[in-house]
Structures are given as structure tokens and as C-alpha cells.
């Protein structure tokens, strides 16, 4: 296993796309199970479409560079219902000829909070996952993809998510192994592919290839692979000022969920095969 260190600065030259609905319950905890009723997928359980949080030089709201990972900011939008997303994040590599992108190329792994309004306002996905800097986040530790199958090591990883209020910790997200995505390795690259070259404007989600076009002068792709199901206390709390955030994606063969759960709380857990994110509201 491999771990490099991420410059964010360099992530400025990536084009960012998130996957809706990768894991079972997600849309209809986060309530926007009404708006993607519109969209119709090949497979009952497929993911329900891509949508883009970031495309550098992008005249809209698209082109705020949205990525952190110490403080994470409302910009005032607390009552819009915020609530954190935890995922794997897919740094990637990628082919673009005769202007499809015909390859994506996964390089490192990492955690990622794909921080999200819950505002249900009929506007694109989109409008919902950047709302200016400091609005998503990413954890500088991340791990190098061996190879992106079920033989590799990312199917041994697993992800949590806490929230710490007041001193007391919460499970965000529900514990949930990396191979229990929808769609992963190469049927989610496969799917991922035909997606952004192919995906129409319907309902919640864009057309894509409006954000591809200039791909040649990207550097790569960063994927948001889809959030997890909800524990309780995700479920039914927002996020406020001075929450802390922890994203954990952790390998199951080597590490525990106790391992987690010590580090939190201060103890002298030595997390080896761990991508960790930690953010203050703010």
C-alpha cells in the first residue's frame, strides 16, 4: 500500500463529477427520491446519473473552486439543511479523443465529504453541491490503486462518517464497505464513460458533454463515487456552526471500526491504511 500526500491546488485543474444514487436508500433519506422518479435506468439498482460540482474556467457557479480539507463553510446557508456526504473520492486519469472521453484511469483514492443542500427547490443537482469555496472536502491522505478490480485493495476498504457536537461524537453515516456501491470497479468505469458522453438534461440532472468539451485541458477527473446510507443521527440532524466532521476510509483486513472511533477521542490510534478527513464548520 501507498499513500501520497494531495496538493489541492493541483485539484484547481480537475474536472469534478459526482454519481447520484450509488447506494441502496440514499435518494430517499436525502430526499430527492421525487425529483429522480423522472429518470429511468437500464437496471433496477443502477445509479440514477452524474452531475458536476466543479469545471475550471466555467462562467457559472461551476467554475468556485468548492474543495478543502480543515474548514468547511455554510456561507449562511444553515437553514437550506446541510448535511455531509461521505464517499470515496476517484482521482483519476483519463483519454479524451474525437471529443468523448473514451478511458478513465484511476489512480489514488481518498475520503471525501460531498457536502450537500437539502433544499428542495426543483433546480439541477448541480446547484446543490457548490455554493462557493470551501463547500466540499477531501482529505490530503490518499491511497494508490494497485488496480481498480475486485482483486485490488480498495475492496477491502470500508467507509465511516462522525459528526462531533458538543463534545459528543455521532455516527453520520452508516459503516459500509466500498464493494457494496450499486456500481464499482469496472462496471461503474464502464458506466461512468458511456455517462459522460451520452447522459441528456432530465429532471435533476445535465447534459454533460457541455462540461467535457475542454476536457482535453483538464489534468484529470475527480469522482465523488456516491454517498452512503444515513445512521440515525444523520438522519435527522443538519449540520450547525463548530460541528467536526470525520470521513474515514479504512481498510476492514487491518484496521476496526474502534479504530475510528478511538482516534476521535484522542487516543494514540496509528491509522496506517486509513484516508482521514477532519473539518470544522464554519
Known amino acids: 500500500m501507498e499513500k501520497i500526500y494531495i496538493d489541492i491546488e493541483e485539484l484547481k485543474d480537475y474536472l469534478g463529477f459526482g454519481v447520484a444514487g450509488n447506494f441502496a436508500n440514499h435518494l430517499g433519506e436525502a430526499g430527492e427520491a421525487d425529483e429522480f422518479a423522472v429518470i429511468q435506468t437500464k437496471e433496477k439498482d443502477a445509479p440514477k ?29 444553515e437553514k437550506d439543511n446541510l448535511q455531509v456526504e461521505a464517499e470515496v473520492a476517484l482521482i483519476c486519469d483519463f483519454v479524451y479523443k474525437d471529443e468523448k472521453i473514451v ?10 465529504n460531498d457536502f450537500s443542500i437539502r433544499i428542495q427547490d426543483g433546480n439541477k443537482l448541480s446547484t446543490k453541491k457548490n455554493w462557493g469555496n470551501n463547500t466540499k472536502g477531501i482529505s490530503r491522505d490518499a491511497i494508490k490503486i494497485d488496480n481498480f478490480t475486485e482483486e485490488g485493495i480498495l ?36 458506466w461512468m464513460i458511456e455517462k459522460l458522453n451520452t ?84
Open 199 to 282: 447522459q441528456e438534461d432530465a429532471g435533476p440532472l445535465e447534459e454533460l458533454t457541455q462540461f467535457t468539451k475542454n476536457a482535453k485541458d483538464a489534468k484529470g477527473l475527480l469522482i465523488a463515487a456516491g454517498a452512503t446510507a444515513y445512521a440515525e443521527f444523520g438522519k435527522k440532524h443538519f449540520l450547525e456552526k463548530d460541528d467536526e466532521i470525520f470521513v474515514y476510509i479504512y481498510d476492514a483486513h487491518f484496521h476496526s471500526f474502534d479504530d475510528m472511533y478511538n482516534d476521535m477521542c484522542g487516543m494514540d490510534t496509528f491509522l496506517s491504511r486509513c484516508s482521514k478527513l477532519h473539518q470544522i464548520v464554519k
Open 155 to 190: 475492496n477491502r476498504y470500508h467507509i465511516a462518517s462522525f459528526i462531533r457536537r458538543n463534545g459528543i461524537v455521532h455516527d453520520y453515516g452508516t459503516t459500509s464497505a466500498v464493494n457494496s456501491y450499486s456500481y464499482f470497479f469496472k462496471q461503474l468505469k464502464d
Open 103 to 112: 478511458d478513465i484511469i484511476p489512480k489514488y483514492f481518498s475520503a471525501f
Open 49 to 77: 446519473g452524474m452531475f458536476p460540482f466543479y469545471i475550471p474556467g466555467h462562467d457559472s457557479f461551476l467554475g468556485t473552486f468548492p474543495i478543502c480539507d480543515e474548514t468547511i463553510k455554510t456561507h449562511g446557508r
